[in-house]
């Protein structure tokens, strides 16, 4: 009996203090919200004009995005809405402490983000932070107010016709998420090109700047740019673009035939260049030229109106020198024959022309002289040296200098003798 007695006192304990931690817990649960029951804490009141329907006694107020405290009371004091916050612990706020009613998630939850001020302006006191000092709540339907119903309805509509097509393009998403990795590299390789010094992009926004600027008061103009562009490309776009498809597909051939073309042009335009490297100096100089040849023709008007009357008057002298010419065309042949045969007799006495022009010039000397009024009479004179005097030239004198064969320009040179000639006379 004593046994059983013991095991009930001890079970009846166990359940008195199982019941004693549910309670604890409980009530760990009910007041976590509001801190640890019997800690200290700092109660400051904050006036807001507007906090919006979302912030609730018990939200979150915070520091620097860290929580701090809760909101323990909201009450509506002189026109204004008063927010009591219980800050942990004991902290100072100063005079120029400020409160923000922010959005904690896009579900409207509200917290209150806390700055208590600077030192140097002493503390704050009972007195509640001023509304001047706070940011009111920014709520979503406020900002949407400024909006007339047309355009609510049509952002109600975009919102609505967003969210369809989104939800018809799950795959596609799939699809952009899968890739994006490879995307966001991209675009930090782009990010890098146009962060490095090379690429220089203040200067190319500056430049942009500056185009942009240069545009302005132009709007007309490029409107109307736009619309020709536009009139243009309809031009192009006949029978869906039949035709000029066509012509994209068989643009390769067109440019592989042209690229020959212009291939084989290279010779010619090099002879081309040469020429006109060669023409280029006579061009220089008909051009230097222009003026006197101007001057010509401008003088030369008066002669050239006479042409006329004198190829009139030489119409019959030309008709028949032509009928003479022609008379003379069998003689051509025979002329020719005979300039030709001439030729090697004359190229051998070119070398003696100047003994020829002596020996003519002398033949006139020789019959200029006068013997009678209106006769001449001629001189003759022979020459002889002493050896052929005596021996009748049959032995040469060794000390005769004469060359039977002079050679051309030699003949006024050769010696006569030593000795003076038995008869002189003519000129020699």
């Not at 612990?89 to 998630?105: C, H, L, R, T």
């Amino acid at each position: 009996m004593t046994a059983v007695s013991q095991s009930t006192t001890r079970s009846f304990v166990a359940g008195l203090g199982g019941l004693a931690v549910l309670g604890g817990v409980v009530l760990l649960g009910v007041t976590a919200s509001s801190g640890v029951p019997g800690a200290p804490v700092t109660t400051v009141r904050a006036e807001f004009d507007q906090v919006g329907a979302s912030l609730k006694v018990g939200n979150d107020v915070r520091e620097n995005s860290s929580r701090v405290g809760r909101v323990a009371a909201l009450t509506y004091e002189n026109g204004h809405a008063v927010a009591t916050l219980e800050l942990d612990g004991n902290v100072p706020v100063y005079k120029d402490a400020k409160a923000e009613v922010w959005d904690q998630s896009a579900l409207a939850k509200k917290v209150v983000e806390i700055d208590r001020g600077h030192e140097a302006t002493g503390p704050l006191g009972d007195q509640p932070i001023a509304a001047e000092h706070n940011v009111n709540s920014a709520d979503l339907d406020t900002v949407l107010d400024v909006l007339d119903p047309s355009t609510r309805d049509a952002l109600t509509s975009t919102l609505r016709e967003v969210g369809g097509g989104a939800a018809g393009h799950g795959q596609d998403l799939h699809d952009l998420v899968e890739h994006a990795p490879g995307i966001l590299n991209g675009l930090g390789n782009t990010a890098g090109a146009l962060s490095s010094q090379e690429t220089d992009l203040p200067a190319l926004l500056d430049r942009a700047d500056q185009l942009a600027g240069s545009l302005n008061g132009r709007e007309q103009q490029l409107a109307d740019l736009v619309r020709e562009t536009g009139d243009t490309a309809k031009a192009l776009n006949p029978d869906d673009g039949a035709p000029l498809q066509d012509s994209i597909e068989v643009l390769p051939a067109t440019l592989h035939e042209a690229r020959a073309g212009l291939d084989s042009l290279d010779e010619p335009l090099a002879d081309l260049r040469s020429a006109v490297s060669d023409v280029r100096p006579g061009a220089k100089a008909l051009g230097a030229a222009t003026p006197d040849l101007r001057g010509v023709l401008r003088e030369g008007t008066a002669p050239m109106n006479m042409v006329p009357g004198v190829a009139e008057k030489a119409e019959p002298a030309v008709a028949d020198l032509t009928r003479t010419v022609a008379d003379a065309r069998p003689l051509v042949q025979p002329v020719s024959r005979g300039l030709t045969d001439a030729a090697l007799p004359v190229n051998i006495l070119s070398n003696y022309s100047t003994e020829v022009v002596n020996f003519f010039r002398r033949i006139e000397s020789m019959v200029s002289t006068s013997v009678a009024p209106g006769v001449h009479g001629a001189r003759v004179g022979v020459a002889a040296t002493p050896s052929s005097i005596v021996d009748g030239g049959v032995l040469k004198d060794p000390v005769q200098g004469q060359d039977p064969y002079p050679a051309p320009g030699e003949v006024d040179r050769q010696r006569i003798g030593l000795l003076p000639s038995a008869i002189s006379g003519g000129g020699q």
